[in-house]
Nanobody
């Protein structure tokens, strides 16, 4: 089993930045791809970004491309999502996830392990 814990959420003004972190424990593997998803009130969970197990391949939703950067540090069992130029529409609970496969996927049901979520609120 893998346990994931997100941190770094908070309140920020539009145009600001936040860095989310995801700490993994348990049966972690550098082969496990990692993803970030978000869910706003009344909306379904949506894909934000993903990274392959080795970190060589990344994928971003069009809505965040050019503003967000996903990364990972396998030696420390951590992942990060750097969010710049934040917009009010980025407001959501953000979740990190891992899947028992090396390739990044956009579908939430591809992921086996999930964190508890961290709230990101962007004010205008």
């Amino acid at each position: 089993q893998v346990q994931l814990v997100e941190s770094g959420g908070g309140l920020v003004q539009a145009g600001g930045s936040l860095r989310l972190s995801c700490a993994a424990s348990g049966r972690t593997s550098s082969y496990y791809a990692m993803g970030w998803f978000r869910q706003a009130p009344g909306k379904e969970r949506e894909f934000v970004a993903a990274i392959s197990g080795g970190g060589s391949t990344t994928d971003y939703a069009d809505s965040v491309k050019g503003r967000f950067t996903i990364s990972r540090n396998n030696a420390e069992n951590t992942g990060s999502l750097q969010m710049n130029s934040l917009k009010p529409e980025d407001t959501a609970v953000y979740y990190c996830a891992a899947r028992s496969g090396t390739l990044p996927r956009r579908q939430s049901n591809e992921y086996n392990y999930w964190g508890q979520g961290t709230q990101v609120t962007v004010s205008s």
